[in-house]
C-alpha cells in the first residue's frame, strides 16, 4: 500500500511563473490537508479537501493560492506569479476519515529565484 | 489568539536517558494531542495520539501524558538513543466538527552517543 505520494519533490521557478504541486493520498482516503513550512518554522495549516470539495481554506493566502481534489486523480496546489516569499517546503497529508493520525508525504520544496 | 509552545530551542541527551518534551497550548480545547517525528528533509510520522479523556498512553518505549488542566502534554523517550534524533512535533485537534490539524513549531532532540 502506497504512501502518500507529492510530485515534484523540488521545483524551482522564476517569480511570476506558477507552480503546481500533485499529491496523491493513499489508498482509500478521501481527505486531503496541505500544510507549507518554512525554515526553522512549523507546519502552517493552508487548506482541509474532501473529493471535489474545500472543507476549509482559512490557511490560504487570499491571492495567487489555489487547491483542488477532483474525483478523479490528485490533489492540486497551485501557485499564481510566484514570489520569493512562496518558497517552502508544501506538506500533504491524507486521512481515511478526517480523524486521528495523518499520513504525510515527503514533501515538495519550491525554490522561487 | 490560539498557541501551541514547544520548547523551540535543541534538547540535547546522553545516549540511555529518558528524553522529555514538553507541549503546551493556550485558547485552546482540543479532542486529542498528536506526537509527530520529522527527519530533515522528511515528512512528519505520526507516533502516537492521546485523547482529552486520557491521562498517559505508551507504545514500546515513549510516553505521552495529556493533562488538560495544565493545558500541557508531556512526551517521554526512554531508554534513548541516537536513532532517536529528529524533531518531534506536538498537533493537537480542536474539539467538534472536522478536523483541522494545527501544529507546534516542533523541538529537535540530539542524542549523544
Known amino acids: 500500500n502506497a504512501g502518500v505520494m507529492q510530485n515534484p519533490r523540488h521545483l524551482v521557478r522564476r517569480r511570476g511563473q506558477e507552480a503546481r504541486l500533485r499529491c496523491s493520498p493513499m489508498?482509500?482516503?478521501?481527505?486531503v490537508y496541505w500544510y507549507r513550512q518554512l525554515p526553522e518554522e512549523g507546519l502552517k495549516f493552508m487548506v482541509y479537501?474532501?473529493?471535489?470539495?474545500?472543507?476549509?481554506e482559512s490557511g490560504m493566502p487570499k491571492e495567487r493560492f489555489s487547491a483542488e481534489f477532483p474525483k478523479e486523480g490528485p490533489s492540486i496546489l497551485r501557485i499564481q506569479q510566484v514570489v520569493r516569499g512562496d518558497s517552502a517546503a508544501y506538506f500533504c497529508?491524507?486521512?481515511?476519515?478526517?480523524?486521528?493520525?495523518?499520513?504525510f508525504g515527503e514533501g515538495s520544496r519550491l525554490t522561487v529565484l | 489568539s490560539q498557541k501551541i509552545e514547544q520548547n523551540s530551542e535543541a534538547l540535547n541527551i546522553q545516549e540511555g536517558k529518558t528524553a522529555t518534551l514538553t507541549c503546551n497550548y493556550t485558547?485552546?480545547?482540543?479532542?486529542?494531542l498528536q506526537w509527530y517525528r520529522q527527519d530533515p528533509g522528511r515528512g512528519p510520522v505520526f507516533l502516537l495520539l492521546?485523547?482529552?479523556?486520557?491521562k498517559e498512553k505508551r507504545k514500546e518505549r515513549l510516553k505521552v501524558t495529556f493533562d488538560t488542566t495544565l493545558k500541557q502534554s508531556l512526551f517521554h523517550i526512554t531508554a534513548s538513543q541516537p536513532a532517536d534524533s529528529a524533531t518531534y512535533l506536538c498537533?493537537?485537534?480542536?474539539?467538534?466538527?472536522?478536523?483541522?490539524?494545527?501544529f507546534g513549531i516542533g523541538t529537535k532532540l540530539q542524542v549523544i552517543p
Open positions: 485558547n485552546y480545547s482540543p479532542a486529542y
Open positions: 492521546i485523547r482529552e479523556n486520557e
Open positions: 479537501l474532501q473529493k471535489e470539495n474545500i472543507i476549509d
Open positions: 489508498k482509500g482516503h478521501s481527505h
Open positions: 498537533a493537537l485537534d480542536p474539539s467538534g466538527g472536522y478536523q483541522k490539524v494545527t
Open positions: 497529508a491524507s486521512s481515511p476519515d478526517g480523524t486521528g493520525e495523518l499520513f
